[in-house]
């Protein structure tokens, strides 16, 4: 998913969300938006967890999840687990 799409999902979130709600997420850590690195033109076509738009959360916990990480041809491709409170 491009991080624009991942951001707008976010708006709609932190639209709908009530304050103190907690958001629970688990996604990549990093994402080359194009399989063929060979097309890779653009440095902003690699997107990360740090470009989600969660400025309207409180963290309460990021940290790898280390069940993926523990599977190793998923080792080099790590997950984010993130909880955080909704701050309105």
Do not use: A, W
């Not at 103190?20 to 938006?33: E, K, T």
């Not at 997107?47 to 989600?52: A, H, I, V």
């Not at 400025?55 to 990480?69: H, Y």
């Not at 523990?70 to 080792?75: A, G, H, K, S, T």
């Amino acid at each position: 998913m491009e991080i624009d799409t991942v951001n707008n999902y976010l708006d709609f979130v932190k639209i709908y969300m009530k304050n103190n709600g907690i958001m629970f997420l688990v996604n990549r850590h990093s994402r080359i938006q194009l399989l063929d690195l060979g097309k890779l033109k653009d440095v902003n076509q690699i997107t990360s967890f740090s470009d989600f738009n969660l400025g309207f959360c409180k963290d309460l916990l990021v940290t790898i999840d280390e069940f993926r990480n523990r599977i190793p041809d998923l080792r080099q491709r790590p997950n984010v687990v993130y909880i955080g409170q909704v701050s309105k």
